[in-house]
């Protein structure tokens, strides 16, 4: 079964100053895609990014980008020139691409961000 | 606008009454899904659908019951509902199951008493 790990419940960040969230993963499967959402106090889920597993090239949305390192199942997302609306709880998540069949999709238990003024 | 309706938004509710939570999407998409939301758990899966008449349970069915009889709508239902079942709950849609992008409602925060 996969697991989705965020190692940090809370990080807080320097408005215009750059922060990195981690998130690890543990899977058996080579292909799959892997998730960033951003949670605001609205309780919204937005998703921020995806990444393909298949793509070694790291996905970029504006101020949001990843470094996924498949062979440490690693996913960190980093946000630049941070905003005050980038506080939010951040959740990690893992889909498979299991064709035909159930795709289940694994959360992480959430970094909440505070960006500081 | 596309978008996942869930209602009621809020809801405080006795042990034992039976409840409904509606779901519906007007994106014509095939999968759709229940999570619900605990501090320090994350989103865990509860029930999803394939498409219409397929359903399946996800990590966390215990206690609730879901119907898909029209593409469009995915209630999730609370038969005897339990203080344990005290949680933020969320639909979600895609358009496939292969689909990346989910759509997720608004969210309904249910308090058993």
């Known amino acids: 079964a996969q697991t989705v790990t965020q190692s940090q419940p809370e990080m807080s960040v320097q408005e215009a100053e750059t922060v990195t969230l981690s998130c690890t993963y543990d899977t058996s499967e080579s292909d799959y895609y892997l998730f960033w959402y951003k949670q605001p106090p609205s309780r919204q889920m937005i998703l921020v990014i995806r990444q393909e597993a298949y793509k070694q090239q790291n996905a970029t949305e504006n101020r949001f980008s990843v470094n996924f390192q498949k062979a440490a199942k690693s996913f960190s997302l980093k946000i630049s020139d941070s905003q005050l609306g980038d506080a939010a709880m951040y959740f990690c998540a893992y889909r498979s691409t299991r064709r035909g069949g159930y795709q289940k999709v694994t959360f992480g238990t959430g970094t909440k961000l505070q960006v500081i003024p | 606008e596309a978008q996942v309706t869930q209602n009621p938004r809020y809801l405080i509710t006795v042990t034992g009454k039976k409840l409904t939570v509606t779901c519906s999407q007007n994106m014509n998409h095939e999968y759709m899904s229940w999570y619900r939301q605990d501090p320090g758990l994350g989103l865990r899966q509860i029930y999803y659908s394939m498409n219409v008449e397929v359903t399946d349970k996800g990590d966390v069915p215990e206690g609730y019951k879901v119907s898909r009889k029209e593409k469009r709508n995915f209630p999730l239902i609370l038969e005897s ?26 969210g309904t925060r249910l308090t058993v008493v």
């Open chain 2, 81 to 106: 509902p339990s203080p344990n079942q005290t949680s933020l709950y969320f639909c979600a849609s895609s358009l496939t199951p292969m689909n990346t992008e989910a759509f997720f409602g608004q």
